[in-house]
Structure formats: structure tokens, C-alpha cells
């Protein structure tokens, strides 16, 4: 099996699609992973939706809601830990210049400013970890695969702000995952009109067959301004009766709604 991911390697995203058994291709960008699996290129995609410290991807959601008819078939939650890589000949003391992307030099903010240095951002925290291999007074936010690929070595662990930092990355195919009994269902949705309780009365219908709804984000439709849909995560799966009957029930309220997937529910977020 194929599997595309968010690359190059020595990121945390190939840490996330190596959990899963295949050939892992990388792609420069995410919109390039989407369209890999929506023309056959790979069976699979695995892709960074959210952090919890800096939130959700854009991008990621508004490819899911917007552009592709694929599906989300699996979730894989991975603790961030950040490391400072320097060159092999180098100190700690002589870096003057760290490079990563820009997640990662938001999350390490207390750890830089400490350091006194500059920060630049990159496109991947593996990039960052290629153009520091010739620079003594340079260094890169990364991860350990990096360090190896690179040939640099770790000069601080774990220089995160916030030891709870977890990124949850969905896995994309063409069809969403079976029922396991432990599920969970993303769906998007937009309100018909505007008017006062329209969300209030949406969310009543989840409520109604006590169904838990594990996460709901807004973002702007892209139609006008103040106009918005609605990204919701629930327990259970969508071919559940009691999810089916609330789902046929919310349409005739909204705009549209478009389930986005049904898949294992991991961990306990």
C-alpha cells in the first residue's frame, strides 16, 4: 500500500504515517496529499488537522469541506516534543539563528526567548533541519529522525512551552473506516439563514439522542463576510441508527450538511 503524507521526511508527520503499514511517498504540500489519494497515485493520505496548543489546520479543513469528495478513515494523536539541533562542531552557545517551521517556533516561544536568538520559518521542521547542516551559528526545531537524516545532533529536549502539546492527524481515503463499536464522525455543516437560536436548535438535535459531541469550530464559508460553517466531531458512527436519524433530521434545517467520516475513535480526546 501507498501511503502520501505531509512531507519531507523527518517530520512529524511521517512519525504519524509510520504507524501505519505501507510505502510512505512524501509531498511538499498538503493540497498535493489530497489530490495524490483523490487520483489513485496512493491509497492513502496522512495529513495534520489540529494542535492543541495552535489549533486547527486550515487548510486541512477547508480541502475536506470545500474540494474533495474523500473521506477521513482514521485518526493518529502524537505528543509533540521539540528538540533544538545544532551542527556537530557546534555549542549551544554559538547559535544565533534557529530555523523551523512557523508552529513549532510558536510553541518553543519561551525556550527562544530565553536563547536570545533570531527565529526564521521554514516550511518543515525537516527543511530547517537541511539548510542548518553546514552552519554553526544556526539551528533547527525538529525531531530526532531529523537529527539522524541531517547528520546534527540534540542539543536541548523536550524545549516545548507546554508538555501537553498533541497534534491529531487524519488519515484520507475514498471511503471512510467500517464500525468498530468505538467511533467517532466529523461532519460540516452551514445554517440556512441567519437568524437568532439556529445553532442553539441544531445542536439541540445532537442533545436529543444524547449524542456526544466531542468538538464543534467555526470558519468562515469563503461566501461573505460573517458567514460560516460549522465543523462538528461525535461519538459513534454515522451508519449508527441513532446518529442516521439525527443526521436526516439536521438536514431539513440546514444549508447542507456533508459527513466527512466515520473512523476509530483514539485516545481520549
Do not use: W
Request: aromatic fraction near 6%.
Amino acid at each position: 500500500m501507498k501511503i502520501g503524507y505531509f512531507g519531507p521526511a523527518g517530520t512529524f508527520t511521517e512519525e504519524a504515517a509510520s504507524r501505519l503499514e505501507g510505502e510512505l511517498l512524501p509531498y511538499p504540500t498538503i493540497p498535493e496529499v489530497f489530490e495524490a489519494v483523490h487520483s489513485g497515485e496512493v491509497e492513502l493520505g496522512v495529513v495534520p488537522i489540529e494542535n492543541s496548543i495552535e489549533g486547527s489546520v486550515g487548510v486541512t479543513l477547508d480541502l475536506l469541506a470545500h474540494q474533495y469528495l474523500l473521506k477521513i478513515r482514521g485518526e493518529i494523536i502524537l505528543p509533540i516534543n521539540h528538540n533544538l539541533l545544532i551542527n556537530p562542531d557546534a555549542e549551544l552557545g554559538d547559535v544565533e539563528v534557529v530555523y523551523s517551521h512557523y508552529q513549532p517556533l510558536s510553541q518553543c516561544r519561551m525556550f527562544l526567548e530565553k536563547m536570545g536568538v533570531r527565529t526564521q520559518a521554514t516550511g518543515s521542521t525537516a527543511a530547517a533541519a537541511e539548510m542548518i547542516s553546514d552552519d554553526r551559528k544556526a539551528a533547527a526545531i525538529g525531531t530526532r529522525r531529523a537529527a539522524q537524516l541531517y547528520g546534527l545532533k540534540v542539543a536541548a529536549e523536550n524545549i516545548q512551552d507546554h508538555a501537553n502539546n498533541m497534534t491529531r492527524f487524519v488519515v484520507v481515503d475514498q471511503k471512510d473506516h467500517a464500525p468498530t463499536g468505538k467511533d467517532k464522525t466529523s461532519v460540516v455543516l452551514c445554517l440556512s439563514r441567519d437568524r437568532p437560536g439556529g445553532l442553539y436548535e441544531i445542536l439541540g438535535e445532537f442533545a436529543q439522542e444524547n449524542i456526544n459531541l466531542t468538538k464543534i469550530e467555526s470558519r468562515p464559508s469563503k461566501e461573505k463576510l460573517g458567514s460560516y460553517i460549522f465543523f462538528v466531531d461525535m461519538e459513534g458512527h454515522h451508519r449508527d441508527l441513532k446518529i442516521m436519524n439525527v443526521i436526516n433530521r439536521v438536514r431539513s434545517k440546514v444549508g447542507y450538511i456533508k459527513i466527512l467520516g466515520s473512523y476509530p475513535q483514539e485516545g481520549d480526546d
